[in-house]
């Protein structure tokens, strides 16, 4: 294994994480307004097919990247009135609108293109390719950040700008609060019921961006389940992170890591099994970490 061999994982590892990363920046966005949104899949997914069809149809990326984001927070939006307004069943929802979408995507592929599987054309328009003027030269660092998107490199500014609006501004502190007891928040004012709302539609319109990344990244086409999983990573991600913008940057780029090695080792082992490793991780992480704070419970505990 030589350096070389490292810049490329590293480089798969920060492709890979992106829309892992703006997935649970979303997840982590309806923890923190005490919203319990499982539908993360669906926006992703809803996103991955229409980013392609727009791009397809008039091969701009900038319409891409817009019909991207705005089906997603459709998505978001739906959420919100029917579990934050209406104050249905989360599991019932999400649930759902996962399989809803899932089940759509496919129908409309079929429907407007005529296709089953797949939508690939080489007429379809990548996100533009990034290669920094001075990094570029450099032999190891070069190759580890080779042809990222502007979206690999926007989500660590997004999870920035969100620490910045929780935890250092006056309205953020009023979001947080909203999660922390609503019902005191309401008691002085605040609008909760609006804030959770918002902060629905925007984790709607970060998975949006996250799907966009997945579908118009490095691979530029449409599959049936494109996502495969990957909004439970993100919930994951945001669980393992404390639902904090920045901690949520640590654990997508553990899970990132686990996709690139998985891919890397497609070369050794079958891809059947190296599929499977960002699944294992995110369960064996989730149950290291329920077990840290299962004990952290208990030693905080009064003796009687």
Known sequence: MNSAYIASILNSTLRST??????????????????????????????????????????????SVAAGVLSGALVGLVVAVLQVKYRAADMVIGTSLNLLVQGGT?????????????????????????NLPLIRDIPFLGRALENLTILDYLCYFIAAALFVYLFKTVSGYRTLSVGINKAAAESLGTKATRIQMRMVVLSGALCGLGGT?????QVIMFTENMTSGRGFIAMAAASLGMSHPLLTILSSLFFGLCQGVGLALQTVIKSQLTMTLPYIATIVALVVFSRRGSGTKKKSLPKA
């Not at 990344?213 to 990244?217: C, E, K, Q």
Request: charged residues 10%.
């Open 18 to 63: 992106t829309p892992i990363l703006l997935a649970a920046l979303g997840s982590a966005i309806c923890s923190r307004v005490g919203v319990f949104n499982i539908a993360l899949e669906a926006q992703m997914l809803i996103a991955c097919f229409f980013s392609i069809a727009v791009n397809y149809t008039t091969g701009s990326v900038l319409l």
């Open 106 to 130: 496919t129908f409309l592929l079929y429907l407007l293109f005529g296709l089953r599987g797949v939508l690939n054309d080489p007429k379809l328009v990548s996100l533009t390719k990034i």
């Open 213 to 217: 990344a997945l579908s118009m990244g």
